[in-house]
């Protein structure tokens, strides 16, 4: 190699390290910035519509019909009130905190407690798991509004009611006194099989203390941020401006719409 030649190839390798300090530089500025902005001065992300990439899948298995609400909202009812039994899977669209609230109830006649013609005294059981890690456990709240038959008494089978509060879903609703879920085992609650084709994994079955006597059980817990750890956009205050749309594919920037257009 030539001198010439020689300096010519060490003046590109002195470019070319130059040119990966300055990208390294700029990388590092730009990751502190970003972690700045994150903890300073959230939320930093524009207003945008949430994507199902936003949603969590939440599965749901009762025996034998429930209802769901989030934050006061209706989400999901059963669609099936007794057998088969079935696994509601539902997506939803997280808001933290997550007032969880559900209304649970066992196969009973509401004058007798009892199933199937008043032949039978039938068990109950709930459990619950959203993929943002939510679950059901000890840590929610329980408590039993229909009994029955009282005593087990299937020769003259009556029913203990207490009146369900009209606001028992709401997310101010103070459940600060009633128990907490006792939880059961796979064994105690028999699961039918489309329970094993859902992802139930770290879920517990829950309901109050008695599983046969107590039909009618409500059940609630607040989830304060979600347990993965995983940070996600409020979109509750999305009617409170004009959003942009959607990313878009290949990571462009989201277009923006008229203010007279809406979807
Ligand atoms: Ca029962
Ligand atoms: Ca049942």
Not at 57 to 69: K, P, S, T
Not at 113 to 139: P, Q, R
Not at 154 to 164: D, K, Q
Request: hydrophobic residues 35%; negative net charge; glycine residues 8%.
């Amino acid at each position: 190699m030539s001198r010439h030649e020689c300096l010519s190839a060490i003046r590109a390798t002195r470019t070319v390290a130059g040119l990966l300090m300055m990208t390294a530089a700029a990388w590092i500025l730009g990751a502190s910035s970003h972690a700045r902005g994150q903890t300073q001065n959230q939320p930093q992300e524009p207003l945008r519509k949430p994507t199902l990439a936003d949603t969590v899948r939440g599965n749901v298995y009762a025996d034998n019909w429930f209802v769901l609400y989030l934050n006061g909202q209706l989400v999901a009812v059963d669609s099936i009130a007794f057998i088969p039994h079935n696994v509601v899977s539902v997506d939803i669209l997280p808001t933290y905190p997550m007032t969880i609230a559900v209304l649970a109830k066992d196969n009973a006649d509401p004058q007798t407690g009892m199933e199937y013609a008043n032949t039978s005294i039938g068990d109950a059981g709930f459990i619950l798991k959203f993929a943002d890690g939510t679950v059901t456990d000890g840590s929610w709240r329980a408590r039993c509004f229909s009994r029955g038959p009282i005593n087990g008494d299937t020769r003259r089978p009556r029913v203990e009611n207490e009146a369900i509060p009209a606001d028992w879903f709401a997310i101010d609703f103070d459940d600060s006194t009633w128990e907490w879920a006792r939880e059961y085992t796979e064994r105690e609650i028999d699961p039918k099989p489309p329970f094993y084709d859902a992802d139930f994994a770290g879920a517990k079955f829950i309901w109050t203390d008695d599983l046969e006597l107590d039909n009618t059980v409500i059940f609630r817990r607040v989830v304060e941020t979600p347990p993965d750890g995983r940070p996600r956009t409020d979109f509750s205050r999305i009617n409170e401006g004009v959003p942009a749309g959607p990313p878009r594919r290949g990571g462009g920037q989201p277009r923006v719409r008229k203010q007279s257009g809406s979807r």
